[in-house]
């Protein structure tokens, strides 16, 4: 039995040992990581040099001016990632004027920006991955001149076209997956001198998740504002109105299906709440809606007849689901 406790022990010891010189050969592996990591941000890709490559490549390529005050390449705040910080930048827009620049033609300003994305997902699998995408502190000008011309047509047409490549070919795209978008403390105007619309929204906060991909797409939304200010036609139509939206909305093409996940909307305080199914009937082409109200506890169903020989309309008889809606509602 003495000969069982020692082997035992000796069991132990070297367990022990193995663990501790591991553990310490991971750290020492993990720190020389990241004081290479931290040599290669401070020293090489440094922000004085990044910076002017990123603004010559951008205004190369862009109808507009793009200036910001520094951009660096980030990795222990976008950990386990690499990532690209933008701070105080202005993108000024060329569609409308060249020169003497007004404040209609700031598309967007911006006190701080994050991207993270995977290059290699769309070489590998043709997949566009975005990580992460915020913007804080932004102003958004969207604004379109009396003749149609609109300020965000920032693009630059490609007039080169190669044999291997005809025109009208796009990029072949199988997954969109954008983990987070998020916008913070930004203001939204729409200037539409076209259609004489005028429309803004201070503090808005946005955050996005969504995933679209053949037959399955999702797409999470919450959306917040303090002041909704509508005007059209020189009449002031709304004003002071804080909205919040929050959905998760999930679309099956295969099944022809809308699921609608918990969807909330909230007024300047006063809250609606739905979660239902939206299903597409190809055979008898009509469209079957079941609704729930978490916030009442009222349910309703609806189902929508389409006649070929009317040109799609609705048609005059009603299903046993719009009849009981109705009485629903009355």
């Not at 620049?101 to 290699?120: C, E, G, H, I, Y």
């Not at 005007?231 to 609608?260: F, K, M, P, V, Y």
């Amino acid at each position: 039995m003495p000969n069982i406790y020692r082997t035992n022990y000796k069991m132990k010891s070297q367990t022990k040992k193995i663990l501790k010189v591991s553990g310490i050969i991971l750290g020492a592996l993990t720190a020389v990581a990241g004081i290479l990591i931290a040599v290669v941000l401070n020293f090489i890709f440094t922000s004085e040099k990044l910076t002017p490559i990123v603004l010559e490549a951008a205004n190369r390529n862009l109808n507009a001016k793009l200036d910001m005050k520094s951009v660096e390449l980030t990795f222990f705040s976008t950990f386990p990632r690499f990532g690209v910080q933008l701070t105080d930048g202005t993108l000024v827009s060329k569609a409308i004027r060249d020169t003497l620049w007004q404040r209609t033609d700031t598309l967007v300003s911006f006190k701080k920006a994050v991207a993270v994305v995977n290059p290699m997902d769309y070489l590998r699998q043709q997949k566009i991955s975005i990580h992460r995408l915020a913007l804080e502190h932004a102003d958004i000008y969207a604004y379109k001149n009396k003749d149609g011309i609109a300020n965000w047509d920032i693009t630059v047409p490609d007039t080169v076209q190669s044999a291997s490549s005809p025109a009208g070919d796009a990029m072949n795209i199988n997954e969109l997956d954008i983990r987070q978008i998020s916008i913070q403390h930004a203001t939204v105007t729409m200037d539409d001198r076209d259609t004489r619309i005028f429309a803004n929204l201070w503090d808005t906060d946005l955050t996005l998740k969504a995933n679209m991909k053949k037959g399955h797409s999702m797409l999470a939304v919450d959306f917040r504002n303090k002041n909704l200010l509508f005007w059209q036609d020189g009449q002031l139509l709304a004003n002071r109105i804080a909205t919040h939206l929050r959905t998760d909305l999930e679309l099956n093409t295969a099944r022809h299906s809308l699921l609608l996940h918990d969807a909330m909307i909230d007024i300047n305080g006063t809250k609606l709440g739905v979660k239902g199914t939206v299903r597409r009937d190809t055979a008898r082409r009509r469209f079957a809606i079941r609704t729930a109200h978490p916030l009442t506890g009222n349910r309703t169903a609806h189902d929508s007849g389409e006649h070929p020989e009317k040109g799609g309309s609705i048609g005059r008889r009603r299903s046993k689901f719009h009849r009981h809606a109705e009485r629903h509602v009355r």
